[in-house]
């Protein structure tokens, strides 16, 4: 999963299903969501694509979209903001989300 700044975030999310975690290298949660992202990247790819904010390298893009608290979840389609989860979130349970899009 790559790790986009401000300037790569539009083009980043302008097209298709988009997933970026937003996330700090120091937050445990953090961590773990990154091992389950990991997992369904592998599962998904090509049908959706997974990107990560650094909030503490990005911190007007964090302000921007209101992250309060970390891991933050926000599921874009073709631009559009879909979907915010905070915290960890199961992976069964981001898949089935991840699916009514892709049915």
């Known amino acids: 999963m790559k790790i986009i700044t401000e300037k790569e975030f539009d083009k980043a999310t302008e097209k298709g299903l988009v997933l970026v975690d937003f996330f700090a290298t120091w937050c445990g949660p953090c961590r773990m969501m990154a091992i389950i992202l990991e997992d369904i990247a592998k599962e998904l790819e090509g049908k959706v694509e997974i990107y990560k904010v650094d909030v503490d390298n990005d911190e007007?893009?964090?302000?921007?979209?209101?992250?309060?608290?970390?891991?933050?979840?926000?599921?874009?389609?073709?631009?559009?903001?879909?979907?915010?989860?905070?915290?960890?979130?199961?992976?069964?349970?981001?898949?089935?989300?991840?699916?009514?899009?892709?049915?």
């Not at 979907?83 to 991840?98: A, N, R, S, T």
Request: glycine share 10%; hydrophobic share 45%.
């Open 60 to 103: 007007k893009l964090a302000r921007k979209f209101g992250i309060l608290s970390i891991p933050t979840l926000i599921f874009f389609e073709n631009g559009k903001v879909m979907e915010k989860h905070v915290g960890l979130w199961q992976k069964e349970d981001c898949l089935d989300y991840i699916g009514s899009f892709l049915k």
